[in-house]
């Protein structure tokens, strides 16, 4: 069963009440026809992990089929960052939906190696593009 929130997702370098981040993780979201996208950038540390569990729980909720997270700009992530993406990764199996990071950086594949993380989580290469839909992202 899936739940659907139509609480609108944070703007880029935004909190869900719409104030400034104030930690060096910046993320933007993109909303999809079947599920959200959540490109990080930054730093995922015990400063931030809170704030972005929040976030990235708002999305994986407004999402029909699931959330991809792509990791492919984070410099840094430590223990508190991987039990987000344990934790989120059986809140999207228990709503029947999927969690899937892609665009691992070097600290981020390390880190899900280091803990055999990867072999629990689904982890492709880089975001794929829906049907119908090129990159949406412009480039940074």
Do not use: N
Not at 1 to 20: C, K
Not at 74 to 82: A, H, I, P, R
């Amino acid at each position: 069963m899936s739940t659907r929130s139509d609480r609108p997702l944070p703007a880029t370098g935004e909190r869900l009440d719409g104030t400034p981040r104030s930690g060096v993780l910046d993320v933007a979201f993109e909303r999809r026809p079947q599920r959200v996208l959540a490109r990080l950038r930054g730093e995922i540390d015990l400063d931030d992990v809170a704030r972005l569990r929040s976030d990235l729980v708002v999305a994986l909720r407004s999402s029909p089929c699931g959330l991809d997270v792509d990791l492919s700009d984070v410099t840094f992530c430590d223990s508190q960052g991987l039990h987000l993406l344990t934790d989120l990764d059986r809140l999207a199996r228990q709503s029947g939906k999927t969690l899937v990071l892609t665009g691992l950086s070097r600290p981020v594949a390390r880190l899900l190696e280091v803990t055999g993380a990867r072999r629990a989580l689904t982890v492709r290469g880089r975001p794929e593009p829906e049907a119908g839909q090129g990159d949406a992202l412009p480039a940074r």
